[in-house]
């Protein structure tokens, strides 16, 4: 089965502990994303990477830290600066897809997610 | 200025009518249109895409997209209980290859 995978489903943090999240997909895709999400407030952009051995960072990058030295994975590192780091993350993978008339697009999946609580 | 607007809800619908749920984008170079479905707890799940403007039926779901008023909305007919969930709306511009959310409208369906 292709696919976006994310370890673990639940992770608890203790203070001051850096955490690392786990994203691993078979989809063949050359983007991938982390986004964190909190209630009420939509997705936002942590870190993406367009493709192996790059990334950028996105509007919340501080505090975290990603690698990408293969195609199939980004793990995210939640470090000790990150002070408010209980939120639900998710990854995804995009795919340039070529439509009607050549038009160019993406399709963004996700994974299922990992809940990081702070203790 | 948020990138892409929502209308938080709630909204309600009885089972079997028509929820319309809308969105509207700031970046005129945003080419492509996005709708999710997202459950409580549960991560986003891709249900409809578009790119040129007009509609673009799937089943019972129908995105409309018009680019000179910069709004995209969703039309889900014959609406089940199973459809409550929270709808994101996606915008994405290919320079640079990011997608923009909104923040959801969250869709109760009232049997």
């Known amino acids: 089965d292709g696919g976006i995978t994310q370890s673990p489903k639940y992770l608890f943090r203790k203070e001051g502990q850096n955490v690392t999240l786990s994203c691993e997909q078979n989809?063949?895709?050359?983007?991938m994303y982390w986004y964190r999400q909190d209630p009420g407030q939509g997705l936002r952009l942590i870190y993406y990477?367009?493709?192996?051995?790059?990334?950028q960072k996105g509007d919340i990058a501080e505090g975290y830290s990603v690698s990408r030295e293969k195609k199939e994975s980004f793990p995210l590192t939640v470090t000790s600066a990150q002070k408010n780091p209980t939120a639900f993350y998710l990854c995804?993978?995009?795919?340039?897809?070529?439509?009607?008339?050549?038009?160019?697009?993406?399709?963004?999946?996700f994974g299922p997610g990992t809940r990081l609580t702070v203790l | 200025q948020k990138e892409v607007e929502q209308n938080s809800g709630p909204l309600s619908v009885p089972e079997g009518a028509i929820a319309s749920l809308n969105c509207t984008y700031s970046?005129?170079?945003?080419?492509?249109f996005f709708w999710y479905r997202q459950y409580s707890g549960k991560s986003p799940e891709l249900i409809m895409f578009?790119?040129?403007?007009g509609d673009k039926e799937d089943g019972r779901f129908t995105a409309q997209l018009n680019k000179a008023s910069q709004y995209v909305s969703l039309l889900i007919r014959d609406s089940q209980p199973s459809d409550s969930a929270t709808y994101l709306c996606?915008?994405?511009?290919?320079?640079?290859?990011?997608?923009?959310f909104g923040t959801g409208t969250s869709l109760t369906v009232i049997p």
């Open positions: 995804a993978s995009s795919r340039e897809t070529r439509g009607r008339a050549r038009w160019i697009y993406n399709e963004q999946f």
């Open positions: 989809l063949n895709h050359d983007a």
């Open positions: 990477s367009q493709i192996v051995n790059d990334f």
């Open positions: 970046d005129r170079g945003s080419q492509s």
């Open positions: 578009i790119y040129s403007n």
């Open positions: 996606a915008v994405n511009i290919l320079t640079g290859n990011q997608f923009y």
